[in-house]
């Protein structure tokens, strides 16, 4: 048996309809003896120990679901606190476990492999998406063959943006990042706001940006391809940042869509107690990107004056680390 698109849907060979969710019909197929429909977006979610968030998510999702033919994919880096039995709960999702927390990015990874689709959306599990949402993601990133990615605006629950689709990084936002002390205390100067996109983030307009996190971004599979997957070596930190600039070398383009807006928790927040293994990954990320996309194969002496900066700044993160309200605290 073989199957075909036609104007009326996807049919058997003969003319027999295939009974189809309602909604868009542009959706992949495999011919062939055991033909199958494949879906046209893989929704990929990583979780660890986030068993409220994912109740949040998963409720805003299924109020969210989009039109085509759609597969979820979740991977549980080890919960301990009944997340893993909460995403079991639910037919809908195909799910992986792993018995310990190995990172985001592997983890990443290893969904990006088991999915079918045309299209990859890579969300956060505490994350709650808008009605509609997905579809306006998807009809944008049709608009053209050269998108590489599309996402949405964050914003989190105060309704502050957070200015997740920026340019990449050069030296001077070690100092003028998105939560350095500089930045917190001078928000308006010329260095953080053009890294941040500060003007066409709080603007309407569909606008084109370096990178954008994979706490919500749609991904087009032949991109995703042409720079050979997410790199595992990173642990959490910096692995959107390195995939954006390789899929830049290739010529994708990456949009950044402020009509669809995702609520977005964000549990590493500034001024709170973070875990020491946060900190380290952070800069061990940070030094391994600029090592790789300016570097210049390890002979750039400034490559290892910032690599010196990183570690003075993750002795001093973790000092003052100690004096941080911990999650639940007053301070």
């Given at each position: 048996?073989?199957?075909?698109?036609?104007?009326?849907?996807?049919?058997?060979?003969?003319?027999?309809?295939?009974?189809?969710?309602?909604?868009?019909?542009?959706?992949?197929?495999?011919?062939?003896?055991?033909?199958?429909?494949?879906?046209?977006?893989?929704?990929?979610?990583?979780?660890?120990?986030?068993?409220?968030?994912?109740?949040?998510?998963?409720?805003?999702?299924?109020e969210a679901w989009p039109r085509c033919l759609l597969?979820?994919?979740?991977?549980?880096?080890?919960?301990?606190?009944?997340?893993?039995?909460?995403?079991?709960?639910?037919?809908?999702?195909?799910?992986?476990?792993?018995?310990?927390?190995?990172?985001?990015?592997?983890?990443?990874?290893?969904?990006?492999?088991?999915?079918?689709?045309?299209?990859?959306?890579?969300l956060d599990s505490d994350t709650v998406?808008?009605?509609?949402?997905?579809?306006?993601?998807?009809?944008?990133?049709?608009?053209?063959?050269?998108?590489?990615?599309?996402?949405?605006?964050?914003?989190?629950?105060?309704?502050?943006?957070?200015?997740?689709?920026?340019?990449?990084?050069?030296?001077?936002?070690?100092?003028?990042?998105?939560?350095?002390?500089?930045?917190?205390?001078?928000?308006?100067?010329?260095?953080?706001?053009?890294?941040?996109?500060?003007?066409?983030?709080?603007?309407?307009?569909?606008?084109?940006?370096?990178?954008?996190?994979?706490?919500?971004?749609?991904?087009?599979?032949?991109?995703?391809?042409?720079?050979?997957?997410?790199?595992?070596?990173?642990?959490?930190?910096?692995?959107?940042?390195?995939?954006?600039?390789?899929?830049?070398?290739?010529?994708?383009?990456?949009?950044?869509?402020?009509?669809?807006?995702?609520?977005?928790?964000?549990?590493?927040?500034?001024?709170?107690?973070?875990?020491?293994?946060?900190?380290?990954?952070?800069?061990?990320?940070?030094?391994?990107?600029?090592?790789?996309?300016?570097?210049?194969?390890?002979?750039?002496?400034?490559?290892?004056?910032?690599?010196?900066?990183?570690?003075?700044?993750?002795?001093?993160?973790?000092?003052?680390?100690?004096?941080?309200?911990?999650?639940?605290?007053?301070?």
């Amino acid at each position: 048996m073989t199957i075909s698109l036609t104007a009326g849907g996807p049919t058997r060979t003969g003319g027999t309809k295939i009974a189809l969710p309602q909604g868009d019909p542009s959706i992949l197929y495999q011919g062939g003896r055991n033909a199958r429909l494949l879906p046209c977006l893989s929704l990929l979610m990583v979780t660890y120990n986030r068993r409220l968030d994912v109740a949040r998510c998963l409720a805003s999702l299924f109020e969210a679901w989009p039109r085509c033919l759609l597969e979820f994919l979740a991977l549980d880096n080890g919960s301990t606190d009944g997340t893993w039995e909460l995403l079991a709960s639910h037919n809908e999702l195909r799910l992986t476990r792993w018995s310990q927390n190995r990172g985001l990015a592997p983890a990443l990874k290893e969904l990006a492999g088991q999915a079918r689709g045309e299209w990859l959306l890579f969300l956060d599990s505490d994350t709650v998406v808008p009605a509609g949402g997905i579809d306006d993601l998807l009809d944008f990133a049709r608009c053209g063959d050269e998108i590489g990615a599309v996402a949405p605006r964050m914003r989190d629950l105060s309704g502050d943006i957070q200015m997740t689709a920026r340019d990449f990084p050069g030296p001077l936002n070690a100092l003028f990042g998105r939560q350095t002390f500089l930045s917190r205390l001078w928000p308006s100067n010329p260095v953080t706001k053009k890294f941040l996109r500060a003007e066409a983030q709080s603007a309407n307009q569909p606008f084109r940006c370096d990178w954008v996190a994979f706490a919500a971004a749609l991904v087009r599979r032949d991109a995703l391809e042409a720079v050979g997957s997410i790199d595992p070596s990173f642990f959490v930190y910096w692995v959107d940042t390195d995939f954006f600039r390789r899929l830049a070398h290739r010529g994708w383009q990456v949009w950044c869509l402020p009509a669809v807006e995702v609520i977005h928790l964000e549990h590493n927040r500034t001024r709170q107690f973070r875990s020491p293994r946060a900190i380290m990954d952070f800069h061990q990320g940070a030094f391994r990107y600029f090592y790789r996309h300016h570097g210049w194969r390890g002979v750039n002496p400034l490559l290892w004056l910032a690599g010196v900066g990183l570690f003075l700044r993750a002795i001093l993160h973790l000092a003052i680390n100690q004096w941080r309200p911990r999650a639940g605290e007053k301070g």
